[in-house]
């Protein structure tokens, strides 16, 4: 149905029931990606771009908010209960918050990164290649490639290496 609203979806895509998507059109899914039962897609602008890469999974009830870009690399994880946006509200004093414009920045994540369940990424976000965000982190700066970080605020608590798993 999305892709008959002008959403580019690939080859064995997995969208399962009462997923949402807001403005199907700025939407691209990667062949073989799944998006876990109420996953929203809400894209807030006319212009606004949501792009999942190939063989990613997006779990359940996970919402990416966007109103200028979202970019999520190839075989990427996204555990259920995230939020992903790439804006936030002004916060000046002389104004009302209601009176302020949205404050819009893309966020990246790259391939092969792994988000744990409950993770909130904030505007302008960058999280390189390898990266591994623990549960119920936020994250308001770039992660670097392969960092493991985790908290609120998430920081860097190790780094993944190659070797003999634990």
Not at 58 to 73: F, K, N, P, Q, R
Not at 147 to 161: H, K, L, M, N, T
């Amino acid at each position: 149905m999305w892709s008959l609203q002008g959403a580019n979806i690939g080859r064995r895509v997995v969208i399962e029931a009462d997923c949402r998507v807001d403005r199907s059109w700025g939407v691209t899914i990667g062949e073989r990606s799944r998006l876990e039962r109420g996953v929203w897609l809400k894209l807030v602008s006319n212009d606004a771009c949501a792009q999942i890469g190939k063989f990613c999974y997006i779990g359940a009830g996970t919402e990416l908010d966007v109103s200028d870009c979202i970019v999520i690399g190839n075989h990427t994880v996204i555990a259920p209960g995230c939020f992903v946006t790439d804006h936030d509200h002004g916060t000046l004093a002389e104004l009302r918050i209601d009176e302020q414009s949205c404050v819009a920045v893309p966020v990246h994540i790259g391939s092969d990164v792994w988000i744990g369940a409950g993770v909130c990424i904030l505007r302008g976000v960058t999280i390189g290649d390898g990266a591994v965000i623990g549960a119920g982190a936020v994250v308001k700066h770039d992660i670097s490639a392969y960092d493991v970080v985790a908290g609120i605020p998430a920081r860097r608590i190790g780094v993944r290496s190659s070797g003999i798993q634990p």
